[in-house]
């Protein structure tokens, strides 16, 4: 059994960045893909960004260039920066694991999630 817990949401202006960690526990984080999802009030939970074992990465069309994922191997850690954020960014984020080490855009791939963390972007 794997335990995500999300941190680092809150509230920011439009434009501006925020970091958010997914920290696992439970067994050995190295071989798994990992990624990061949202659910903005009223909507379906979307991809965002996707990391695989190896460090490969994928973005959804609507945060390339603004939102990078990374991953901390020795701490168990993913990370996702977001730079230049929109009002459309707000939502609650949620991370997500998989033992499959290749990543993926589809929910349905990945067997652990966390809590998920509030990022609410002011106009």
């Known amino acids: 059994q794997v335990q995500l817990v999300e941190s680092g949401g809150g509230l920011v202006q439009a434009g501006g960045s925020l970091r958010l960690s997914c920290v696992a526990s439970?067994?050995?984080?190295?071989?798994?893909?990992a990624g990061w999802f949202r659910q903005a009030p009223g909507k379906e939970r979307e991809f965002v960004s996707a990391?695989?074992?190896?460090?490969?990465?994928y973005y959804a069309d609507s945060v390339k260039d603004r939102f990078t994922i990374s991953r901390n191997y020795a701490t168990n850690t993913v990370y996702l920066q977001m730079n230049n954020l929109k009002p459309v960014d707000t939502a609650v984020y949620y991370c997500?694991?998989?033992?499959?080490?290749?990543?993926?855009?589809?929910?349905?791939?990945?067997?652990?999630w966390g809590q998920g963390t509030q990022v609410t972007v002011s106009s």
């Open positions: 997500a694991a998989t033992r499959g080490g290749s990543l993926s855009q589809e929910a349905t791939w990945y067997d652990y």
């Open positions: 439970g067994r050995p984080f190295g071989s798994f893909a």
């Open positions: 990391i695989s074992w190896t460090s490969s990465t």
